[in-house]
């Protein structure tokens, strides 16, 4: 031990005259890091209620409250957090869907009351709610699930269009599972879907590898699962909250996916219905459309006998005769529609109501009735030349189609019409365009501006790649017509559709016109319902409400009460709600026959 | 058992399995108890510790203050859920427990890190070092009352803080290493901060040296106390700065080298005297390392680039079946986990494995032996005791 031992620390002396480094007023303001991890700030507007940050909050801060009414995508609930809990990770705002979710770099918070730390941010009140440092997700190229999804394979156009092959491929495997991967189960698909379909738990089952569950999933609330699999309008995906921030969840095709993979041979094994107890009770279901059929499906599952009575020659409805075979398949309708059948559900084929057996009829030999006839009539455009012989309704040249029937397809041909249906029909014709001249000539002209036309986006674009020309904004005038055949369709630029209050009144430009050339033109604004097969006698009793629909009770009972309605004449038009009221109507049934009230 | 030496006569008998057979009604022993609220670790443990005089002739170490089983909470929660649950494992230095996990989970499920990830994961773990280091180094004179060299280099700490609040968002619970990356690219003008913060550190390694290891005090009570003995190295399983300090090379970094390590020019500091004031030796050259490390990474880590693999949904992320056990260097030494997965979409075990365990139960309890009760403190700093690693 030298003295220099002794000496040395005292060097530390030297720092005597130093500033002092602590900060000795404890309520100097000292603003937290940028990306502090403070106090919680949600965007209420911007939230949607989908619940994935307490689903991943390890703590149980965090607790759905009600904030305001439910609405489609929107559970109307928003995060209120438990600062007694909380540790401030922040996970809650990594994985927020709509990025509404953000911790401000605000850290002190003095109160005297212990329940003030419980609090919903963006909705209570907070002194930083205005403050626009803190923790946001982090950017770029970080997210907790993939936001991109996996792309559906589909026939190229080239190939697709000489041929009414099934364009769309189906997921594999390894694809499926992928897809599957990235929902996050917040559920906010269920309210939205009409029939309610157990969206989260289908594709839950999906990631599982457990098919068979899949499939009673899908049948507890869709009888039609490959048809929707298919067709269906898919109002799911554009609430899906994975669509924020990237592309919704495929909920269609993953539903396609699971019904593709399961045999037919298996179905009853599976849905366990292989022995069903006949209640001895007989239910006539007018339409085999998807109304009627999950109406048959449900009232079969609970014992009813159920006889289908269908005008044409096969079932299925506007889905057989109404949607072409390059969409939906028709093995695939024939799959569905066989399984309800194994049910023990009767159909008498070419049998209209009306003609061949009358309601009243039916009203005498059947417990109850449901109708689901769906909107067959075409709707004319009314114009000049609109009745010639060679100017048609899409309805009758799509069922024509299915017929197998010879149409005589021009080599220049026109199409009214910016919805679903009109795509169909053009891109129907085109295909046989292409077969007869080998090229593709047709024109779809629509009221509606592009960005309004009713039709998926994804039909207005397939079309397009199919070699249809599409003429969006012009509102039709006139069919010129010579020697007693079309040669075009005189139009004029249509400006807008609906007048500031609200109503349908399109105002036109009549100097700006345009003409295009045709010798066939095709109507497909719009259908009809057809209620000629309602007896005088019972017509009396129903009562209607607006647009001509006929008034019936939640579950869609007809002021007469052993007649239920439902579908396309009620509400849709689309396969989803037909399957929905359809099931809704079953469950009605039941209850009228037990006599059951609320 | 170990004895110090054959000499027992001061110690209480044994009885025909070891146990020491203490008589209380002799009057020749006294029980104390150290513990659980301690000065000289962070954390809760305590020592039963049995004197005579003011000497130590038996001591036992109790765990069980912390009411805590981490490592059984996470079995019912899903990993990203475990990633700020395994941070408290260890509450002084918690960035490795964040990148033991993340390592272990990666491994299983197959994911690549990117690049400037792993350096961004390295700057995180080095910094951690910087902070505890900062503590820990004057802190050793702290237990012997000589507390001024604590507070310098608790000032400086404070600004390794504010770095960490800048990089992380959090100053303790950085929870910036998760599966598959980390949470954030360096902000701008950070490398220019931490550069000066580091050259209070190079201001500050001679000012603590003056004071304390020169310091006559310092040397006169902690050389020679509480000699770890080279063969327990291996016998305990000893890790880190005790076993250099017993002249036995033990780094991770340079002997399994992980991250970008092998890309860093650093030799860490032996030597062999074992005792407390070479385990504080050791350190005070750990932290000089520390400081160039971090210099080193500072320089050669990517600017940009992905911060963060793509990983399946988080919410069910369900890892293959297997088992790992990942280890790294912590302040205190090797600092391991072992996790076993079954499939599913939470852990089936994960075992955590510190040093603490063993520097703070087993080899404390003999090296308190003969030693003084004033000396406790002191030779629970220089094992770097940890309880909430002891008892996870
Ligand atoms: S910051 Fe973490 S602990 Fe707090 S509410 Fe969000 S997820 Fe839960
Ligand atoms: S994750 Fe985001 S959008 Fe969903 S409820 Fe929470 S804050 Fe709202």
Redesign the pocket.
């Known amino acids: 031990m030298s003295l220099k031992d002794v000496l040395t620390p005292f060097t530390a002396w030297k720092r005597i005259a130093k500033e002092p480094v602590t900060v000795i007023d404890p309520f100097n303001d000292r603003p937290g890091a940028d990306r502090y991890r403070g106090f919680h700030q ?1 965007d ?1 507007e ?9 689903a991943i909050c390890e703590n149980e801060a ?1 607790d ?1 409250v009600p904030f305001k009414d439910p609405i489609s995508g929107d ?1 109307g ?3 209120s957090l438990d600062y007694g809990r909380c540790c401030w990770c922040a996970l ?1 705002v990594d ?7 953000k911790l401000s770099n605000e850290y002190t918070w003095i109160t005297t009351d212990p329940e003030d730390f419980r609090f919903t941010p963006g909705v209570d009140k907070k002194s930083w709610d205005e403050n626009d440092k803190g923790w946001v997700k982090p950017e770029p190229n970080y997210e907790f699930y993939n936001t991109q999804r996996v792309e559906m394979e589909h026939l190229h156009p080239e190939e697709r269009v000489d041929s009414f092959i099934e364009m769309v491929k189906g997921y594999s495997h390894e694809q499926a599972l992928a897809e599957a991967d990235r929902c996050v189960e ?1 559920g906010i698909c269920i309210a939205t879907c009409p029939a309610h379909m157990g969206i989260p738990e289908y594709i839950k089952a999906i990631r599982n590898e457990d098919l068979e569950e899949g499939l009673r999933i899908l049948y507890e609330t869709n009888p039609l699962p490959e048809i929707c699999g298919r067709i269906c309008t898919h109002k799911c995906e554009t609430v899906c ?1 994975i669509g ?1 921030k990237g592309d919704p969840l495929s909920i269609r095709w993953l539903k396609r996916y699971i019904a593709d993979q399961v045999p037919s041979e298996r179905y009853q094994s599976i849905l366990n219905t292989n022995d069903i107890n006949n209640n001895g009770k007989r239910i006539a279901i007018i339409g085999s459309g998807p109304a009627g059929l999950s109406a048959a499906h449900y009232l079969a599952l609970m014992g009813y006998q159920c006889t289908i009575f269908e005008q044409y020659e096969k079932a299925g409805g506007m889905m057989r005769y109404g949607i072409p075979e390059y969409r939906l398949p028709y093995d695939q309708i024939d799959k569905d529609i066989d399984y309800i059948l194994s049910l023990g559900v009767e159909i008498k084929y070419n049998t209209r109501v009306g003609r061949d057996i009358t309601l009243d009829q039916l009203s005498q030999d059947f417990d109850a009735v449901f109708s689901g006839t769906g909107l067959h009539l075409g709707r004319s455009t009314g114009i000049e030349g609109s009745d010639n012989e060679h100017v048609y309704y899409s309805t009758d040249l799509l069922r024509q189609i299915t017929e197998g029937k010879d149409i005589e397809v021009a080599e220049h041909i026109v199409v009214i019409g910016g919805g679903n249906v009109a795509m169909d029909i053009t891109r129907s014709l085109a295909r046989m365009q292409k077969v007869k001249y080998g090229k593709v000539n047709i024109i779809a002209t629509s009221l509606e501006k592009e960005e309004n036309m009713p039709a998926d986006r994804e039909e207005v674009v397939e079309s397009r790649e199919e070699g249809a020309v599409l003429m969006p904004g012009w509102a039709p005038q006139r069919i010129e017509i010579q020697h007693g055949r079309p040669t075009g369709l005189h139009v004029v630029k249509c400006n807008s559709l609906f007048d500031d209050t609200g109503r349908f009144n399109p105002q036109c430009d009549m100097e700006v016109k345009n003409f295009f050339e045709g010798s066939m033109i095709v109507q497909s604004i719009g259908q009809g319902m057809d209620l000629s097969y309602v007896d005088e006698k019972w017509m009396e009793g129903l009562s209607f409400g607006p647009r001509g629909r006929v008034k019936t009770n939640e579950y869609f009972q007809t002021d007469l009460e052993w007649f239920f309605m439902g579908g396309d004449i009620i509400e849709g038009p689309d396969v989803i709600h037909g399957i929905a009221n359809g099931h809704k109507a079953a469950i009605g049934i039941d209850r009228y026959l037990q006599n059951l009230k609320d | 058992m170990f004895t110090i030496n054959n000499d027992r006569s001061k110690f209480p008998e044994l009885d025909d399995a070891g146990n020491a057979l203490i008589d209380l009604t002799s009057h020749k022993y006294l029980k104390l108890w150290q513990g659980p609220q301690h000065p000289g670790v962070t954390g809760n443990m305590s020592l039963e510790l049995t004197v005579t005089g003011d000497e130590i002739v038996e001591s036992k170490t109790h765990v069980g203050y912390l009411h805590r089983g981490f490592e059984k909470l996470m079995e019912r929660r899903t990993f990203i859920q475990c990633f700020p649950t395994c941070i408290r494992l260890c509450v002084a230095e918690p960035d490795p427990n964040e990148y033991l996990l993340s390592s272990c989970v990666e491994e299983l499920a197959g994911i690549e890190v990117p690049e400037t990830a792993q350096w961004l994961r390295m700057l995180a773990l080095e910094m951690a070092r910087l902070q505890v280091l900062l503590r820990q180094v004057p802190g050793q004179a702290g237990t012997f009352a000589l507390g001024l060299g604590y507070q310098w280099g608790n000032y400086i700490r404070d600004l390794i803080l504010d770095r960490f609040e800048e990089l992380t968002g959090g100053r303790v619970y950085h929870m910036y290493i998760l599966p598959g990356g980390v949470r954030g690219l360096l902000p701008n003008g950070f490398k220019n901060r931490l550069e000066e913060n580091l050259k209070l550190v190079d201001e500050f390694l001679p000012n603590v040296w003056d004071l304390i290891y020169t310091n006559s005090v310092f040397k006169k009570r902690a050389k020679g106390l509480a000699v770890i003995p080279k063969e327990w190295i291996d016998q305990y399983g000893i890790y880190g700065p005790a076993a250099r300090a017993a002249g036995i090379m033990r780094d991770v970094r340079k002997t399994h080298p992980y991250l970008f390590y092998s890309e860093i020019d650093f030799e860490p500091f032996t030597t062999d005297e074992s005792d407390v004031f070479a385990r504080s030796l050791v350190r005070w050259h750990d932290l000089k390392m520390t400081v160039d490390i971090i210099r080193q990474i500072l320089a050669k880590m990517p600017e940009k680039g992905d911060i963060k693999a793509p990983t399946p949904n988080v919410m069910h992320w369900k890892i293959p079946k297997g088992e790992t056990y990942v280890k790294c260097e912590s302040s205190r030494g090797e600092y391991g986990m072992y996790l076993v997965t079954d499939g599913s979409d939470k852990p089936r075990r994960v075992n955590l494995k510190g040093p603490s365990y063993t520097h703070a139960t087993s080899v404390l309890e003999k090296l308190l032996v003969n030693a003084n009760i004033a000396d406790t403190a002191a030779i629970m700093v220089s094992l770097a005791t940890c309880p909430p690693e002891i008892e996870r």
Do not use: A, F, H
Request: proline share 4%.
């Open positions: 949600n209420v911007k939230c949607i209620g989908c619940g994935t940050c307490e965090i759905m559970s609930l928003r995060p809650c994985v927020c869907t709509t990025n509404s979710l917040c909250s924020y």
